[in-house]
């Protein structure tokens, strides 16, 4: 079905008291969240009073879930990660996978294996279906040129499982394979990084989401521009794209509406637009088109929006955000 | 007769007295000077949190509740206190910290309650008062000491107008030496066109011209002149102490490489020396957006850097005379805003003491579950002064007078945590 941001509207707005980290949706249409109460939980956005039902929980904020069909994986900053079983409702295993925070956690499109990433800089590759461990992914630094703890925060398989993409805080990018865990590529994206070495001393900003093309040559990165005052995230929410293979930067959206992250970019499923989506004190909605190599719709959202996923179509996409659970449309 | 033949005589002497006090850390290394100095002398060494770092990140932890975060609590070595996962280190060395859980300090403006945090009262319209480092440079600073009494590092600009050192009404001489630009004062060091020798010759002379001078004369003014003198030459000569190079390397990578830990090293090679009070300024906390990232980034530092410290000073017998503190202007709100930041908060927040005259392990006052309010305990800056004032043996109703008025170091009727005072 076509789509066009043109028509982009809300059509289910759902508030609660938590702070939603990660949204998934299965093809049926059953709806997946991890929040800051520390729980898993699904939804039916489509009701006229959604509720919210805990498959389970956590020992802090859930913040990343991947999807392999009736297998959900969740991912928390407890550092675990946990297999669920969604037909059954019921949990097939825990691991503790990694030692800091995990940041978000990603499956392959065929199924066969899931991408956790955590601050203690290691990407790691799971067997979906049996929980193994297959690779670990070692190529961010753990301290920042400055001396202070790094921060993974984002990863991304490509539409045919074949690559796996790694983003830090610092801007530091590594392609991988999946196959083989061997390093393929390392980009740089340097300006969604702030170090302040004079006002306060720290730091703010990071890779923030990142997204293969349909055909797997584009890779797009997402972030915050530099900040000034670093006590707020006033810096302009940052998109940039990589042809990665060529290791050039091919496009460049610097903002100029919404300040923020841009927490979560996702490609519309036939290449026609980029989407990305993010806040600060509030939230955003960007669709940028690659052709014209400019954005195409940019849309104030009512809160920071931390996930969201889009439908197979593309004509819907559900929101994941400080306090709101979120169905917009763009049917052409 | 030339001037240097006229100076022969008493060159050797004056010259020997000066360099015994400017090398006061070799004299350390002499056991029983050492510890004969180290009983004599309290020092404090503040480190100031600039812009307000969270409670909830830090000292009082409330893992679970709708407020806490996403960080989880750690048992320290101490039965049933638990600190942020943030401060593994420093829950290690609990047994020498205590922990203030329930400061109500009615302010959440960055200038003005840094300035009563600094100085443990407001001003009143007629009378500023002298912050914590003014006062603990008169009562601990000794009258001959050739070191700086109150040194104050705040390298970032942000906050660092909001809280400058203030000697108050006990005058500049309790001011302090302040280091934004460098780690070492600018300015102490004599001219290059000046010989070592020459220096002290005119030294010498002009020592000698006042002892002729003084003759048969009563005169305090003149007293105070020869005083800034000495004074004068013993800050040129502390250059070493602020000079972390002359540190072995191995402790200066103990302290790690960030700025925060190298000031917070000079400090205690200030303190080492007999400097009475240092603070080290470490901004900016003020995390309005991305909260648990920014205390991420900086309790670990805060945790590796004051546990260096502590470990540092008991290996040098120093910690039962040198109070450690941490304290900013306010905390951080248990609310956390759309921007996951937490914002201003005074009204149930947290400090810590180790070292001197607290006792160890204990945290005293709580915060109610969502850390709103405070739920027990419930204290103020005066308090907490006076209870500065105590572990570093000072009465804190011992009073200064402002013309014929007395005015007590802390507000009257004030009393100190007795449960921190050992």
């Known amino acids: ?332 | 007769m030339n001037r240097r033949h006229f100076l022969g005589t008493t060159a050797t002497a004056v010259g020997a007295a000066f360099a015994a006090d400017m090398t006061r850390l070799n004299v350390l290394s002499s056991p029983a000077l050492a510890a004969e100095l180290k009983a004599q002398h309290k020092g404090c060494i503040l480190l100031w949190l600039a812009g307000g770092a969270s409670q909830l990140e830090t000292w009082d932890p409330k893992p679970g509740a709708p407020t806490g975060g996403p960080f989880r609590s750690i048992q320290t070595a101490v039965p049933g206190v638990q600190i942020s996962e943030l401060m593994p280190k420093m829950a290690q060395r609990m047994k020498y910290t205590s922990i203030v859980r329930s400061l109500n300090t009615r302010n959440a403006d960055h200038g003005t309650g840094a300035k009563l945090m600094m100085r443990g009262r407001k001003d009143e319209a007629n009378l500023k008062y002298p912050d914590l480092g003014a006062v603990l440079a008169k009562e601990l600073g000794r009258a001959d000491s050739q070191v700086p009494d109150y040194v104050s590092f705040y390298s970032a600009t942000e906050g660092r107008d909001f809280a400058p050192g203030a000697a108050g009404f006990l005058g500049a001489r309790y001011g302090p030496m302040e280091l934004s630009k460098s780690n070492i004062p600018e300015n102490i060091r004599k001219l290059e066109a000046i010989s070592e020798l020459d220096h002290k010759e005119r030294a010498d002379l002009r020592d000698l011209l006042s002892k002729q001078f003084e003759r048969g004369r009563q005169s305090g003014t003149l007293g105070s002149h020869n005083e800034a003198y000495q004074r004068v030459r013993g800050l040129m000569a502390s250059e070493k102490l602020f000079d972390i190079e002359q540190e072995p390397q191995k402790m200066r990578d103990r302290y790690g490489k960030t700025q925060f830990g190298e000031q917070v090293l000079i400090a205690r090679r200030l303190v080492e020396a007999g400097v009475p009070f240092v603070r080290v300024g470490r901004a900016w906390w003020d995390s309005h957006g991305q909260n648990f990232e920014t205390h991420q980034e900086m309790v670990p530092e805060l945790d590796h850097v004051m546990a260096t410290l502590i470990d540092d000073l008991k290996e040098r017998g120093l910690l039962e005379h040198t109070l450690i503190v941490t304290l900013a202007e306010f905390g951080r709100t248990p609310g956390i805003n759309a921007s996951l930041g937490r914002d201003h908060f005074a009204s149930a927040w947290s400090s810590s003491l180790t070292g001197a005259g607290i006792k160890g392990g204990v945290a005293y006052g709580k915060s109610d579950a969502t850390g709103n309010r405070v739920a027990e305990g419930e204290v103020g800056a005066a308090e907490l002064f006076a209870t500065i004032y105590r572990s570093l043996g000072i009465s804190h109703q011992k009073n200064y007078y402002v013309g014929s008025r007395p005015v007590p170091l802390t507000e009257p009727n004030t009393k100190p945590i007795k449960e921190l005072l050992a």
């Not at chain 1, 065929?110 to 670990?136: C, N, P, Q, Y």
């Not at chain 1, 590529?185 to 890779?207: C, F, K, N």
């Not at chain 1, 995230?233 to 990665?244: C, I, M, P, S, T």
């Open chain 1, 1 to 332: 079905m076509p789509t066009n941001p043109e028509k982009l509207k809300s059509v289910k707005d759902f508030t609660h008291k938590n702070v939603f980290f990660a949204l998934v949706r299965t093809p049926a249409g059953r709806t997946f969240v991890g929040s800051s109460d520390f729980k898993v939980s699904e939804i039916d956005l489509t009701t006229a009073k959604p509720e919210l039902k805990e498959l389970g929980g956590h020992q802090s904020y859930v913040t990343g879930l991947a999807l392999a069909g009736d297998t959900l994986i969740s991912g928390g900053y407890d550092g675990k990660l946990i297999w669920w079983d969604i037909a059954k409702k019921t949990k097939i295993r825990e691991v503790d996978a990694h030692r800091k925070w995990i940041r978000k956690v990603r499956a392959s499109r065929d199924g066969k294996f899931a991408v956790s990433v955590a601050d203690d800089m290691v990407a790691r590759v799971w067997e979906i279906a049996t929980g193994k461990m297959l690779h670990e992914l070692r190529g961010h630094k753990e301290m920042t040129p400055n001396d202070f703890v790094s921060m993974l925060y984002a990863c991304a398989i490509s539409p045919g499982s074949k690559l796996i993409a790694t983003g830090d805080k610092v801007g530091h990018i590594v392609v991988w394979d999946a196959q083989t865990g061997a390093k393929v590529t390392e980009l740089e994206a340097p300006g969604m990084y702030t170090w302040d070495p004079v006002q306060r001393r720290h730091s703010i900003g990071g890779i923030r989401s990142l997204a293969f093309s349909p055909d797997g040559l584009q890779l797009a990165v997402g972030g915050v521009g530099k900040i000034s005052n670093i006590d707020h995230l006033d810096g302009k929410a940052r998109v940039e794209v990589f042809d990665w293979k060529a290791g050039k930067r091919s496009h460049e959206f610097p903002g100029d509406k919404f300040n923020g992250l841009v927490n979560h970019l996702e490609f519309h499923p036939k290449g026609e637009w980029l989407l990305g989506a993010g806040g600060a004190n509030d939230g955003f909605v960007m669709f940028f088109d690659l052709n014209a190599k400019k954005a195409v719709k940019q849309e104030k959202m009512p809160v920071h929006l931390h996930d969201a996923a889009l439908s197979e179509s593309g004509e819907s996409i559900q929101f994941a955000g400080h306090g709101r659970l979120m169905v917009w449309e763009m049917k052409a």
